[in-house]
């Protein structure tokens, strides 16, 4: 098949495109490379972002208004209007490109429908729908948890889709004309709930690199006979809504208390991607989140590589895969201490996470799962004419 993945999430479609091009496929890429992260991409599509207090209020403003990037989806016409004749297209998020808003999304998503045979919607990221659902309350807690008056500049981003010019209309618009929408995590399998078209959950892919060398690893992984290495992968500008101030809050009890003794704590901040793989594979625990019902890239790497993860577990929490990390400084303490008291659990927790991250973020397996879904099948290739939420999604 042809296949055009528009739009990135922590390299989710820099991973599917390696394993579909395996799989004898023609993929294309067009993306910004995920702001900083820069993942590869075979068409760029971006806006120069001039630095400064007033250039970025400009942008706030232009976004909010649904205007920003009309004059870049313009200059970029030319290449838009290429994009054309592929059997599949798949966008990450109603907004798949930053660098626009949502009159030039809507512009864009509509070329893209018109010129092509299959539209798809990957549901990553902030949305209207999860956006709303967070504000609702549908979740016990979510990553807008922590929204007040005082911290509202923080989540500008993120109300926009529900208040900002167009977003909504921008939502129901893609909802109307793609033939799928797959949510990638579990919040947005229940954000999405009761909506037509909606699949299974599809999981995030593993880059093949790490996956084969997690693979690879020995399976009997031992907690090390000195210290246990606690490693806090901290998201700088990202703190209330991932809860990394409980995390350390919980870690930094330990270290005033007769415990300090047994731990390393190390707090990563803004890394190359190299030197945070390979600070990873020493952990032996994990901090991710506390925020989420589900686990991103970050947490699936930790867990690849047999740490035991404090993240979203909120429907494993009985399966020993890792701790679900609650924002409650007291509950992150006693499940820290619990783990540094029982070494057997940590080892066994440790194994559990390797073997479940292996198998459900295998990036053969998780292609085949979007190649059912593109071509009208249920994830197991049985035939179907529409989806459950209730189908199988491991």
């Known amino acids: 098949m ?28 067009v993306s910004d490379g995920d702001s900083y992260k820069n993942f590869s991409r075979d068409i760029t599509i971006t806006a120069q972002k001039r630095k400064g207090k007033f250039a970025a209020l400009a942008r706030m403003f232009l976004d909010v208004t649904g205007t920003k990037g009309l004059i870049t989806y313009f200059k970029h016409r030319k290449v838009i209007a290429g994009l054309k004749g592929y ?18 999304s809507y512009l864009f998503v509509r070329k893209l429908k018109e010129n092509n045979k299959k539209l798809f919607l990957c549901a990553l990221g902030d949305d209207y ?17 922590n929204l007040t008056i005082k911290t509202l500049h923080t989540y500008i981003y993120s109300l926009k889709y529900v208040y900002g010019m167009f977003f909504k209309k921008l939502h129901m618009y893609v909802e109307k004309q793609c033939d799928g929408i797959i949510p990638g995590l579990i919040e947005y399998a229940i954000a999405y709930e009761g909506i037509d078209k909606v699949t299974p959950i599809i999981p995030l892919p593993l880059p093949k690199k790490i996956f084969d060398e997690a693979n690879s690893m020995d399976a009997n992984v031992h907690t090390s006979s000195s210290r246990i290495t606690i490693f806090h992968g901290w998201q ?7 809860g990394n101030f409980i995390l350390d809050e919980a870690v930094k009890r330990i270290l005033q ?7 390393d704590y190390q707090i990563v901040k803004s890394v190359p991607f190299d030197e945070y793989i390979t600070r990873i594979k020493s952990a032996d625990i994990f ?9 991103g890239m970050n947490a699936i790497f930790g867990m690849a590589y047999s740490s035991v993860v404090f993240s979203g577990f909120e429907y494993e929490k009985e399966q020993h895969i890792g701790i679900s990390a609650e924002p409650d400084v007291d509950l992150i303490e006693k499940e820290l201490i619990r783990l540094i008291d029982d070494p057997v659990l940590m080892k066994t927790i ?41 189908g199988n999604n491991k």
């Open 87 to 104: 059997d599949v297209v798949q966008i990450i998020n109603t907004v798949p490109l930053d660098c626009f808003g949502s009159i030039a």
């Open 257 to 263: 208390s007769n415990l300090a003794g047994k731990i």
């Open 129 to 145: 729908r999860w956006v709303k659902a967070c504000l609702l309350n549908r979740f016990k807690y979510s990553a807008l948890s």
């Open 350 to 390: 440790k194994n559990n996470a390797r073997d479940y991250a292996l198998k459900r973020h295998n990036p053969e397996k998780v292609m085949r799962n979007y190649l059912n879904v593109w071509q009208g099948y249920n994830l197991d290739g049985s035939q179907t004419h529409s989806w459950s939420l209730n």
């Open 287 to 295: 901090l991710d989140q506390t925020y989420s019902y589900d686990r």
């Open 2 to 29: 042809n296949i055009l993945l528009v739009g990135e999430f922590s390299g989710v479609h820099m991973t599917l495109a390696r394993a579909l091009k395996d799989d004898g496929h023609n993929v294309i890429i």
């Open 236 to 242: 700088v500008g990202r703190e209330l809504k991932k």
